[in-house]
């Protein structure tokens, strides 16, 4: 079973930038594809964003469209989701998860492996 670390979150002003990093480990990475999910306080965890193994697919949640983008370097066992134009709202923990198999997910139950999460706060 992989392990991930998420690092990278902070505080941004809104407008701004910041890349998440996922790290793994434990196994194979190519076999697992990848996404990041965020949960903001008092709120159900959602989807972002995710990738399939070898990173030929990818797939984002509407809000975060055209502002975010995840990428993988398999030689790296590394994880990227670089966030850009950033509001007040994406303000939440995010969390990088591995699933088992080549095809991405959007749904949190299909994940195998899950981070302790990052937070990023985006401030107004």
């Known amino acids: 079973q992989v392990q991930v670390v998420e690092s990278g979150g902070g505080l941004v002003q809104a407008g701004g930038s910041l890349s998440l990093s996922c790290a793994a480990s434990?196994?194979?990475?190519?076999?697992?594809?990848m996404g990041w999910f965020r949960q903001a306080p008092g709120k159900e965890r959602e989807f972002v964003a995710a990738?399939?193994?070898?990173?030929?697919?990818?797939y984002y949640a509407d809000s975060v469209k055209g502002r975010f983008t995840i990428s993988r370097d398999n030689a790296k066992n590394t994880v990227y989701l670089q966030m850009n134009s950033l509001k007040p709202e994406d303000t939440a923990v995010y969390y990088c998860?591995?699933?088992?198999?080549?095809?991405?997910?959007?749904?949190?139950?299909?994940?195998?492996?899950w981070g302790q999460g990052t937070q990023l706060t985006v401030s107004s």
């Open positions: 998860a591995a699933k088992v198999g080549a095809a991405l997910s959007t749904t949190a139950g299909g994940y195998d492996s």
């Open positions: 434990g196994s194979t990475f190519r076999n697992y594809a």
């Open positions: 990738i399939d193994s070898v990173g030929a697919a990818a």
